[in-house]
């Protein structure tokens, strides 16, 4: 069975810096994306960052150029590298992996995923 398992999450000010963990198990096979989505109360969960079946990264434009998304194969982690957080970014963030093959928009559609982890809260205070 398949597990996402996130952590890294807290409070920190505007400006400051998280780094977000997801350590992946169960899979019979490496899944053909993953990323992370978020999701802020009363909103739409939405992409942030994902790699696409291509290996390439994908990121939301709200969060170009302040995150960055790494993954570490060995230890079966993806990391979401996040800096210069604003007040915004304020929201539970999740783990997802997906057996579909997916490029480019459809990679960050959260319809897309079948596999998601229990989420981490993200609270940036200004």
């Known amino acids: 069975q398949v597990q996402l398992v996130e ?10 810096s998280l780094r ?6 169960g899979y019979k096979r490496n899944p053909d994306a993953m ?3 978020r999701q802020a109360p009363g909103k739409e969960r939405e992409g942030v960052a994902v790699i696409d079946s291509m290996r390439n990264t994908v990121y939301a434009d709200s969060v170009q150029g302040r995150f960055t ?3 570490d194969i060995a230890k079966n982690t993806l990391y979401l590298q996040m800096n210069s957080l604003k007040p915004e970014d304020t929201s539970v963030y999740y783990c997802a992996a997906s057996d579909r093959s997916l490029r480019g928009v459809d990679a960050i559609t959260k319809a897309n995923y079948n ?5 981490t809260q993200v609270t940036v205070s200004s």
């Open 7 to 16: 952590s890294g999450g807290g409070s920190v000010q505007a400006g400051g």
């Open 20 to 25: 977000l963990s997801c350590v992946a198990s």
């Open 35 to 37: 990323g992370w989505f």
């Open 69 to 71: 998304l790494s993954k």
């Open 115 to 119: 596999y998601w982890g229990q989420g």
